[in-house]
């Protein structure tokens, strides 16, 4: 590694293998030099002023980082607005609050089923199936496609593991044929549900074609069953390991403290944050830290590493919601901020209170140890776990 100025100019994933905990090696990379130059240009931000100065200044580091149009994720300036004006609109606190019932359903279901005493499988047996149905039922999909949007969740971790861009292509491929399917059923027109309103939505005046369509719902999808499946095995591994802040969720959850709850599984996706990283390509010339960064250079916000940096987090593992909300970067900010933090903190809050509702005591399972998430991607992969009846 060669330093300048305590900035260097390595790439963290070559390490990649040195230690199975992603933010062990960023914790360690962030404090020699928070600037990253990887062998192909790619800079990585790792410090929480550098990641968000970054995701503020969206003139300079723009989200047109690849030929393919993402929407709203690739766009910029006033096109990003409209297009995000549509996508929030669906996912306001009236949006948020009508889905509440649907997934308490789901969350006792899927919960109410799972045997006591024995082991049972955090991510596979509850983060999943949650995930997929609240997220089907949101969306209007049929129960049918569940078992294919499960199988394409598990296949869609694993080309992620594995960073082989092919096969992340083929995945995504395979994901646009399934919501064309549901796109197909709707053509008639006699849907209501939240896709057939999309497909009737305008931008600017115009109705979206397609491919507009399936882009917006990918990008809905992806953020909604592969992240949130990641986070119940985060939070439900913290909880499992940590008995006094299970006892206190259980308590806030009993008393009805909604607000509390959502800030205490946001601080604990920041101590231990799966969703890694988003990337920029710069439009200028521009300076972080000593670092001198040329126009057109692609850049990855790392956010796992920003939201541990103890330069704002005093002591980055300790559990502290009021004190870390503020700066707190687990959904972004700027104006790629995610639209989709509110849904996911009620979809969470649901189903962990579900799980501590329906239990006095939730544990590792003795049987067999967590596994975490293999560098490059971060979290938990196996969380196994033992449920004591209420
Ligand atoms: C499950 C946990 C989730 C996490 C941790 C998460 C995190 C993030 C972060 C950090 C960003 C900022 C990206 C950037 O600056 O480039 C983002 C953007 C985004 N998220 Fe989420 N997200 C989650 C769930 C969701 C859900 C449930 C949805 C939709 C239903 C969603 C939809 C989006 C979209 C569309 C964007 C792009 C926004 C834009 O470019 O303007 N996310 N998310």
């Known amino acids: 590694m060669t330093t300048t100025a305590g900035r260097a100019h390595t790439d963290p994933h070559a390490e990649a293998g040195a230690h199975d905990d992603l933010r062990v090696q960023l914790d360690a990379q962030r404090a020699a030099c928070p600037v990253v130059r990887a062998a192909d240009g790619t800079v990585t931000l790792l410090a929480h002023a550098d990641v968000k100065a970054a995701a503020l200044d969206a003139a300079t ?41 649907q997934c308490r359903e789901h969350a006792r279901a899927i919960v109410g089923a799972l045997p006591r005493g024995v082991t049972v499988r ?7 199936p949650f995930a997929v149905r609240a997220q089907s039922t949101w969306l209007g999909w ?4 569940e078992d294919e949007l499960v199988a394409w969740v598990a296949d869609n971790r694993e080309a992620s593991r594995s960073g082989d861009r092919a096969w992340l292509a083929e995945v995504a491929d395979r994901f646009d044929a399934i919501i ?12 209501d549900d939240v896709t057939a309103r999309l497909m009737r939505d305008r931008v600017d005046g115009h109705a979206l074609p397609d491919s507009e369509i399936v882009s ?39 008393a009805g403290r909604t607000g509390d709850v959502e800030d205490a599984l946001e601080e604990i996706l920041r101590i231990d944050d799966p969703f890694v990283s988003n990337r920029r390509v710069t439009t200028r010339d521009v300076t972080v830290g000593d670092e001198t960064i040329k126009a057109g250079t692609r850049v990855v916000l790392n956010w796992t590493a920003a939201n541990r940096d103890p330069e704002v ?50 544990t590792m399972s003795r049987e067999r140890g967590p596994i975490r998430e293999r560098p490059p991607v971060s979290g938990w992969a196996k969380v196994p776990i033992v449920l004591d009846p209420a």
């Open 61 to 101: 580091f723009s989200s047109a980082v690849s030929a393919h149009r993402a929407l709203p994720n690739s766009l910029d300036g006033a096109e990003h607005r409209a297009y995000r004006a549509l996508i929030d609109a669906y996912m306001t606190p009236t949006e948020v609050a009508a889905q509440e019932p």
């Open 122 to 128: 955090t991510v596979l047996d509850i983060g999943t």
């Open 142 to 145: 049929p129960a049918a496609i």
């Open 180 to 191: 064309t399917r549901l796109l197909d059923a709707r053509r008639d027109g006699s849907a």
């Open 216 to 254: 917006i719902l990918r990008n809905w999808t992806a953020g909604d069953l592969s992240s949130l499946a990641a986070c119940v095995g985060v939070i439900v591994h913290h909880l499992a390991s940590d008995v006094a802040l299970q006892d206190h969720l259980r308590a806030l959850i009993t």
């Open 313 to 362: 987090f005093d002591n980055p593992d300790a559990f502290n919601p009021a004190a870390h909300a503020e700066d707190n970067l687990v959904f972004g900010i700027g104006p790629h901020v995610c639209p989709g933090r509110a849904l996911t903190l009620m979809e969470l809050r649901v189903i962990i209170g579900e799980l501590l509702a329906q239990t006095t005591r939730i």
